[in-house]
């Protein structure tokens, strides 16, 4: 059932007025639990995220829906609201704690307050490219046990099934950004991270949590002069035909934590249980295997527009850059992330 957007709208309207009522009801969701055709129970769950389907976690999310329907024999039935047409940044933490959506993708800044440890994904420079981070950020790391045994996200009813990846970041602006200094004393939209605050206020500039909805406004409105985002991203909000200049830094990582709420996932018999893992597993595998094309194709998109200029840093760049805020930021966060992490990831800076 994946192609619902003929309906997603109204379904959305009528989900965001229920809310209350939504986050009173039982373990299987928003929707009363049914039967199947040979009796057996169904459960529905509802996936909602704030990206486009296009993008890496649209495409990925899209893709669980079809393998898990399609696992579960219809017994598990997926409804997939994307580009925050249930929830947005602003009112989603609160909703999968309710069980009022059952499952999240959320960026790791999106977290600051539920589970701090995992701010250690928005600390600049953790990856040099995509291919570093399965190995930075593996279970049996420091940095993946932050991710994947997160007391903290237990504790709000949030189960870990992945790690999904947006790709890195650009830094995008109107004016043309080489160095520190051209950021000083202009807005940048973060999102809601004390370390992306501290990263941005670091190289000069103002930073401004903005939720991701709502950027596109703010970039032609001139409430901020730039943002931070992955090319996907910014392509598919159409970023770029307000900003005439894109640095690509690959200075930081967009990580989405796929998480399901516990009720739920314990609502479910034993057989269905081991289907979503399994399903999520390899939706993080279909993830991680897509996010470089996609972030590919968007880029070209963005030069075959025109209107923006991309700016490739060179090495001495990214290094001038790097040097400002590692390990400073790294140790300004040690307490809050944990000593064993830092010390894990200062080894791996060499």
Known sequence: MSNRNSLR??????????????????????????????????????????????T??????????????????????????????????????????????????????????????????DLPFLFDGPEDIPTVAAPDTEVGKAIFANPDLEAKKMKVLGLWDSGMKQIHSNNLTEKPEDMKGKKYRIQPSDVLKSQIEAWGGHAEAIAFAEVYSALQQG?????????????SQKMHTVQSNIAESNHGYIGYILVV?????????????????????????????????????????IEEEGSTEINVWTDEQRQAFKDVVVPSLYEEYRELIGSEIIDELLANQG
Not at 223 to 235: A, M, P
Request: negative net charge; glycine residues 8%.
């Open 9 to 54: 709208t109204l379904a959305a309207l009528v989900a965001v007025a229920s809310l209350t009522l939504a986050g009173c009801g039982g373990a299987r969701g928003g929707d009363s639990a049914g039967g199947s055709a040979d009796g057996e129970e169904t459960f529905t769950l509802k996936f909602s995220h704030v990206t486009t389907d296009t």
């Open 223 to 235: 409430v901020i002069d730039g943002g931070e985002n992955t090319y996907s991203n910014i392509e």
């Open 56 to 121: 890496p976690k649209g495409a990925a999310a899209l893709w669980f829906e079809e393998e898990l329907e399609k696992r579960t024999d219809g017994r598990i039935d997926v409804e997939v609201y994307s580009n925050s047409s249930l929830y947005g940044d602003k009112d989603e933490m609160q909703a999968i704690q309710q069980n009022s959506v059952q499952m999240l993708a959320p960026a790791s800044a999106k977290f600051t307050t539920v589970a701090p440890a995992l701010q250690v994904l």
């Open 261 to 301: 709420n516990t009720d739920f996932f314990d609502s479910l018999p034993t057989d269905l249980q081991d289907t979503l893992v399994e399903v999520a597993e390899e939706a993080s595998t279909y993830n991680r295997d897509n996010v470089t094309s996609i972030n590919d194709a968007s880029k070209k998109a």
